[in-house]
């Protein structure tokens, strides 16, 4: 039975984890639920699942909870950063599956690192933002993380056994692996006729052809700039060079990402577009456990196409490759600028290609500088975002 922390359980991925735990209710146990500020939907899912703690990060609404939940639960309600950090490294936790969407969520997953916890990374930005320490950390603890995100299970799942237990250390080239290929649908504006992309709506961006997600990602995958997050992070789970990382828009979303080796096989993993599937994968790896996800029917998925990516379609993708060259300062200025950018056009500020221009400014007009530790790229991260705000002002 393993003890599960749940970081980001009102989300989508906190929905699909907890799915698959009710699926395997004999195997994992929801010992602490880990929310912002959703205190309706914090309150069901303690009604639902009873774990030991619930924490809000803020304090109004973990307030709000404690007098909401029926005492007869004796569910512990805990609030804070400081809290959510004790939490993660206490000594009954097993597993932290690490899902709270962006910037916020690197403190917690460095701690359950720091810990020496099993991960389950879903939060992306945690690599995006701290490389180079994050995986130092995580091989001084002897932490296992284990990549959730679709593209990266699915190369995960495509590595062989030894190279799967050497994640951030990989020696893909001594494996025999030629290249990665980071597979992404392209999202809802594929065909789109460029000229209009300025005046799409954030209802349209959201609009993703394949995954329910959440609005933040959904417009990430509307630029593609998740997929260039992905490049980043696919960077320094596998160890990957430039030359070992490859891009390819798939949209039917059925080949969630591949891996090439030298003597011109291709492994890829194929699946239902379901979060469940690569959850369910971490969660027992290396067994394999039911997710409650229908298996891929072959007859019904008709042709599979690929293309290229179209850099002035997609110029955040652009934008992050570059930024993964410069090294940790230019990505973590990057994912800074690019938070608030998408705030702003999911709340109407600015225009849909606007989000591009941002991004691309602050990577030219921060100073950059050396990250040694968490402090100094959390004091990155502000000055980025102080920028971005301002640039958003002026448009």
Not at 173 to 199: E, K, M, Q, R, V
């Amino acid at each position: 039975m393993q003890n599960m922390v749940i970081l980001g359980a009102t989300g989508s991925i906190g929905a699909s984890t907890l799915s698959v735990i009710e699926q395997n209710p004999n195997d994992y146990r929801v010992y602490a639920l880990v929310a912002h500020t959703n205190v309706d939907k914090m309150l069901a899912l303690c009604l639902a699942h009873r774990p030991k703690i619930a924490l809000m990060v803020d304090e109004a609404a973990a307030q709000r909870l404690k007098q909401s939940l029926p005492s007869q639960l004796n569910i512990q309600v805990l609030t804070g950063e400081a809290e959510l950090l004790a939490l993660v490294s206490g000594s009954e936790v097993d597993t932290v599956m690490a899902a709270i969407v962006g910037a916020a969520g690197l403190p917690a997953t460095l701690a359950a690192v720091k810990a020496g916890k099993r991960v389950l990374l879903a939060n992306k930005e945690a690599l995006v933002m701290s490389g180079r320490l994050f995986i130092d950390e995580m091989q001084r603890s002897n932490a296992q993380v284990l990549p959730v995100d679709s593209e990266h299970n699915a190369i995960f799942q495509c590595l062989p056994h030894q190279v799967q237990e050497e994640i951030g250390a990989c020696r893909l080239d001594d494996a025999g692996i030629a290249s990665i290929l980071l597979t992404g649908s392209g999202g809802p504006f594929l065909n789109s006729d460029l000229d209009l992309l300025a005046d799409m709506t954030p209802e349209q961006a959201c609009k993703h052809p394949n995954w329910s997600m959440g609005r933040k990602i959904s417009v990430d995958s509307a630029s593609m700039m998740n997929k260039g997050l992905e490049y980043i992070e696919a960077r320094w789970l596998f160890n990957a060079s430039k030359d070992q990382l490859k891009v390819i828009i798939h949209p039917q979303s059925v080949i969630h990402s591949m891996v090439q080796y030298k003597d011109g096989s291709v492994l890829a993993q194929m699946g239902n577009p379901d979060m469940r599937t690569p959850i369910a994968h971490c969660m027992a790896y290396p067994e394999r456990i039911y997710a409650g996800v229908e298996p891929l029917d072959f007859f019904k998925v008709g042709q599979l196409s690929f293309l290229e990516p179209d850099f002035n379609r997609f110029p955040c993708l652009a934008l992050a490759i570059d930024a993964c060259e410069q090294g940790q300062e230019a990505t973590t200025v990057l994912n800074a600028a690019n938070e608030l950018a998408v705030d702003a056009f999911l709340n109407g500020q600015i225009r849909f290609t606007d989000i591009a221009k941002i991004n691309e400014q602050c990577l030219t007009k921060v100073a950059q500088q050396s990250l040694h530790s968490l402090e100094a790229i959390l004091a990155l991260d502000g000055e980025a975002r102080h920028l971005a705000a301002e640039l958003i002002k002026r448009l």
